[in-house]
């Protein structure tokens, strides 16, 4: 079982940045993949970047060059940094940890983006 964490939610104006910040019951060198998804109202929730343990990271493309995902294995951390936030990216933002076979999400946290 593994527990997740996130912070660093909020309503920030277009423009601006918010880190979120997903805090992991277990080391992140056992999970095999880290990754942050969002769902806003009305819309499915939608993968926004992820990184494995061996380093590959990917990004949607709404988000590319906007966000930065990364990882602190001493403090089984990972963050998403968002940068030039938009209105199109208010959601809830879910941290998920997959050790192969299971998915363990986090119970999420509110990004608002006031244009």
């Known amino acids: 079982q593994v527990q997740l964490v996130e912070s660093g939610g909020g309503l920030v104006q277009a423009g601006g940045s918010l880190r979120l910040s997903c805090a992991a019951s277990?080391?992140?060198?056992?999970?095999?993949?880290m990754a942050w998804h969002r769902q806003a109202p009305g819309k499915p929730r939608e993968l926004v970047a992820r990184?494995?343990?061996?380093?590959?990271?990917t990004y949607a493309d709404s988000v590319k060059g906007r966000f930065t995902i990364s990882r602190d294995n001493a403090k089984n951390t990972v963050y998403l940094q968002m940068n030039s936030l938009k209105p199109e990216d208010t959601a809830v933002y879910y941290c998920?940890?997959?050790?192969?076979?299971?998915?363990?999400w986090g119970q999420g946290t509110q990004v608002t983006v006031s244009s």
């Open positions: 990184t494995t343990s061996g380093g590959i990271t």
């Open positions: 998920a940890a997959l050790i192969v076979p299971k998915n363990y």
């Open positions: 277990t080391r992140l060198f056992s999970i095999n993949t």
